[in-house]
């Protein structure tokens, strides 16, 4: 008997099938479904039960967020774990905060060695245990926003520093990375891109990139941002910056939680590995 039971939702017959025999080849215990498209994939999770769904961004019938929020209401499944898929990393971070149903992102370029370590990740009960109990560097200069955020990251079990500004922060990072101070490393960082001082957010994340020479695999960085005109030029510039990942303000507690554990387990995965 299957220890794991995965739904993969995407049009391609051959893209679910190299799926398919990456995630067996690697996790012992699994069985893997495969479909086609999102009205198919809906009619099955009535009467079938799976530890985890991957769907593309893209249907034939839907996009994947529609696909997220008839699984959670009209389905009434609102436990299971699905994460989008999309092989454009820019039109995926653009498209993360249109639908709070979805739990993790992951840009198919990265390939299917990273795409089975994600899925480990949402498997592993050990690991959402770590995730939950992580270190987070908090920068915000907002005090109302820095009290809503900070509950959030209490209430969930996450320990935490804060900085109100870039300075603060990479003071903080040089000593928690220095091993004779006994302060204990952080496992990410959730910092908002407009900052007090002479540094902004984007300054910040080229100092940790660059400077400290911390990369994202080792130390990911998740960039909360308020909605901008020029939207698309405003995240390139951020992604190039060296962010992993980015979230609209307001913050929604269930997906920022969602998307700091993702980012933490991934890297645990790839240290792991």
């Known amino acids: 008997m299957a220890e794991h039971a995965i739904l993969i939702i995407d049009a391609s017959k051959a893209s679910r099938a190299i799926i398919t025999k990456a995630i067996t080849a690697k996790i012992e215990g699994i069985q893997v ?5 999102a009205a198919t994939a809906l009619e099955h999770c009535k009467a079938s ?25 009209e389905c009434g499944n ?4 699905i994460i989008m898929m999309s092989g454009d990393f820019i039109q995926n971070i653009e498209n993360q905060t249109a639908s709070p149903h979805i739990n993790g992102y992951f840009d198919k370029s990265k390939g299917n060695e990273h795409l089975v370590q994600y899925i480990q990740s949402y498997l592993s009960i050990k690991l959402w245990n770590k ?12 005090p109302t926003v820095t009290r809503v955020v900070t509950n959030m990251l209490e209430t969930n079990g996450y320990t935490f520093l804060h900085a109100t500004n870039a300075a603060d922060a990479l003071s903080m990072l040089s000593h928690a990375q220095n091993p004779d101070n006994k302060i204990r490393p952080f496992d990410i960082m959730l910092t908002d891109i407009q ?6 957010g984007d300054d910040l994340i080229r100092e940790i990139r660059f400077g400290l020479g911390l990369s994202p695999e080792t130390f990911p960085i998740l960039v909360s941002t308020s909605a901008n ?4 030029e405003h995240i390139n510039n951020i992604i190039s910056a060296g962010a992993n990942d980015i979230i609209e303000k307001p913050l929604i507690e269930n997906l920022l939680i969602a998307r700091m554990s993702n980012l933490i387990l991934l890297k645990q995965c790839v240290i792991n590995n």
């Open 33 to 37: 479904t495969g479909y086609d498209s």
């Open 49 to 73: 039960s799976f530890d985890l769904i991957v769907t593309a961004m893209s249907l034939p019938d839907m996009q994947g967020q529609e696909f997220a929020t008839k699984l959670r209401t």
């Open 78 to 81: 609102t436990s299971t774990p």
């Open 131 to 142: 995730a939950s109990s992580s270190h987070v560097l908090y920068v915000e200069d907002s």
């Open 195 to 200: 900052l007090e001082g002479l540094m902004s």
């Open 229 to 232: 005109a020029d939207r698309l």
